[in-house]
C-alpha cells in the first residue's frame, strides 16, 4: 500500500521570499514522486518527478524537490515566490508496482503576498 | 493545440439522469484515466485504460462506466447520477504511467 501526507494545507508567502511545500510518503516499494500544480480552473500541470536517479530533482519554473530515503520526505521548494505560483500543488506517489495506481496527496495551496 | 480535450465542462443533472463525459487525446499515448476531485482528497483514481481495448477499476469505480473507443478517446458514464457524484473529472493521459498531459475538466452537479 502507498500513501501521501502534505503537512500544510495551506502556505502564504511574500513575494520574493522561498517556497517550502512538505510531503511525507510511505510505500512498500521504490517509489516513484511526482509534484504537480493546478492554477485555478485548470487541469494539474506535472512540476518534477523522481524516478530513482538523482535525489535532488530540478523542475519547470524554478521549482526543486529532494528526495530523502531515510525521511520518506520528498519536500518541494523555490527560492524565489512569484506571483505566479498562486496555486494548489499535489504530491503524488507511485510504488513502482502498477504505475497506474497514482496516490495523490491532499493538496497544497499557495498564496503568495505581494 | 496538442493536448487532452475534454467536454462538456460544465454539467448539472438531476438525480437519476444519465450522462457520459468525453475526452479525447491527441498525443499518441498508450494510457488514459479518469480521476474526480473533491475538496481536501486529492484527486481519486476512478477507471483507466493502460491500451486500447483495455480498462481497469481505480479506486473509486462504484456508479461509473467507461469505454475505450479508440487509442485517442476514454469516455466516462454515469448510468444514474447521485449527488455523492457531483465532483470535478479529470482526464489524462500517458505513455509510461507518468501522467503527463490533463484535461480543464468537468464541473458535474447532481441535484
Given at each position: 500500500a502507498?500513501?501521501v501526507?502534505?503537512?500544510d494545507?495551506?502556505?502564504?508567502?511574500?513575494?520574493g521570499?522561498p517556497?517550502?511545500?512538505?510531503?511525507n510518503?510511505?510505500?512498500?516499494y521504490?517509489?516513484?514522486?511526482?509534484?504537480?500544480?493546478?492554477?485555478p480552473n485548470?487541469?494539474?500541470q506535472?512540476?518534477l518527478?523522481?524516478?530513482?536517479?538523482?535525489t535532488l530533482?530540478?523542475?519547470i519554473?524554478g521549482?526543486?524537490?529532494?528526495?530523502?530515503?531515510?525521511?520518506?520526505?520528498f519536500?518541494l521548494?523555490?527560492?524565489?515566490a512569484?506571483?505566479?505560483?498562486?496555486a494548489?500543488?499535489?504530491?503524488?506517489v507511485?510504488?513502482?508496482?502498477n504505475d497506474?495506481?497514482?496516490s495523490?496527496?491532499?493538496?497544497?495551496t499557495?498564496?503568495?503576498?505581494a | 493545440?496538442a493536448?487532452?480535450t475534454?467536454t462538456?465542462?460544465?454539467?448539472?443533472?438531476?438525480?437519476?439522469?444519465?450522462?457520459?463525459?468525453?475526452?479525447?487525446?491527441?498525443m499518441n499515448?498508450?494510457?488514459?484515466?479518469?480521476?474526480?476531485?473533491d475538496?481536501?482528497?486529492?484527486?481519486?483514481?476512478?477507471?483507466?485504460?493502460?491500451?486500447?481495448?483495455t480498462?481497469?477499476?481505480g479506486?473509486?469505480?462504484?456508479?461509473y462506466?467507461?469505454s475505450?473507443?479508440?487509442?485517442r478517446?476514454?469516455?466516462l458514464?454515469?448510468?444514474?447520477?447521485?449527488?455523492?457524484?457531483?465532483?470535478?473529472y479529470?482526464?489524462?493521459?500517458?505513455?509510461?504511467?507518468?501522467?503527463?498531459?490533463?484535461g480543464?475538466?468537468?464541473?458535474?452537479t447532481v441535484?
Open positions: 502507498q500513501s501526507t502534505q503537512l494545507s495551506h502556505v502564504s508567502v511574500s513575494e521570499t517556497v517550502l511545500l512538505r510531503c510518503y510511505s510505500s512498500s521504490s517509489p516513484s514522486l511526482f509534484w504537480y500544480v493546478q492554477h485548470k487541469g494539474l506535472l512540476l518527478k523522481y524516478t530513482s536517479a538523482a530533482v530540478k523542475g519554473n521549482f526543486e524537490a529532494e528526495f530523502k530515503k531515510s525521511e520518506t520526505s519536500h521548494t523555490k527560492p524565489s512569484h506571483m505566479s505560483d498562486a494548489e500543488y499535489f504530491c503524488v507511485s510504488d513502482g508496482s497506474y495506481k497514482l495523490f496527496g491532499a493538496g497544497t499557495v498564496t503568495v503576498r | 493545440n493536448g487532452v475534454q462538456p465542462k460544465f454539467q448539472v443533472l438531476k438525480t437519476g439522469q444519465s450522462m457520459t463525459l468525453q475526452c479525447a487525446q491527441d499515448h498508450n494510457s488514459m484515466y479518469w480521476y474526480r476531485q475538496p481536501g482528497m486529492g484527486l481519486r483514481l476512478i477507471y483507466y485504460s493502460a491500451s486500447e481495448g480498462t481497469d477499476k479506486e473509486v469505480p462504484n456508479g462506466n467507461v475505450r473507443l479508440n487509442k478517446e476514454f469516455s458514464r454515469l448510468e444514474s447520477a447521485a449527488p455523492s457524484q457531483t465532483s470535478v479529470f482526464c489524462a493521459s500517458s505513455v509510461t504511467g507518468v501522467l503527463a498531459l490533463f480543464s475538466g468537468t464541473r458535474l441535484v
